[in-house]
């Protein structure tokens, strides 16, 4: 699995935790909602700024995020 393939898996599976819609994450985060499905979908690759910014909305840090795509990356190993 590809690196922002895996942080987007990451990303969705945490807003889903949360029960929020894309369009609710996207305005926490200050961020398009077509961005965010980008990243979701692994095609946009988020910035450090934007990775911050998305963590704070999904109310967790950004290393959490990180370490869950790691965890997917491995897995598929």
Avoid: Y
């Amino acid at each position: 699995m590809e690196i922002p393939v895996a942080f987007g898996k990451a990303v969705k599976i945490r807003r889903i935790e949360l029960s929020i819609s894309q369009e609710d994450l996207a305005n926490r985060a200050g961020l398009s909602r077509s961005f965010l499905s980008g990243v979701e979908q692994g095609n946009r690759q988020a910035s450090v700024s934007t990775v911050w910014r998305l963590s704070e909305a999904l109310e967790c840090r950004p290393s959490d995020l990180w370490l869950k795509a790691e965890v997917l990356i491995v897995g598929e190993s």
